[in-house]
């Protein structure tokens, strides 16, 4: 009996939960980073680029562009999510709050507030390198 031919066809429905884990670990990371050193360590933008670029190829998401889209913008997402889990925590431990309570609670004026306080130009320059970063390694 003759061996049946394997499919060349890849996998399509991965990439998708590889960018979910990707997006939600790198967001959980910045997040225990910045609080553990006490900064906002905007250089953690450039390992969440690189997070989110690998875990897409390694999804296999063939298409060049849609993967360097969804780096673009996942990296953008979740430098604003860690950034509004970093304040919130901040004004929820003040508050007596855990993180989540205080996150659902700040609102997005404050939460843009305290991150224009927060950052300075140093985060911005990181956020700038991170995606030209996620840009070159999704192509």
Partial sequence: MPPTPVSARSVNWLWPLMLLIALVA????????????????????????LELAFML??????????RIGLT???????AVVANWAI???YVGGSLGLVPWESALRM???LAWTLMQLANGAAEVIWLGVALVVGWFVAR
């Fill in 72 to 78: 673009v913008l996942g990296t953008l997402l979740v």
């Fill in 57 to 66: 190829r390694l999804g296999a998401l063939r298409t060049p562009w849609l």
């Fill in 26 to 49: 790198a967001v959980l990371l910045w997040w225990f980073v910045a609080l553990a050193s006490g900064r906002q360590a905007g250089w953690m933008a450039i390992f969440a680029a």
């Fill in 107 to 109: 609102g997005p004026h």
């Fill in 87 to 89: 304040a919130a925590s």
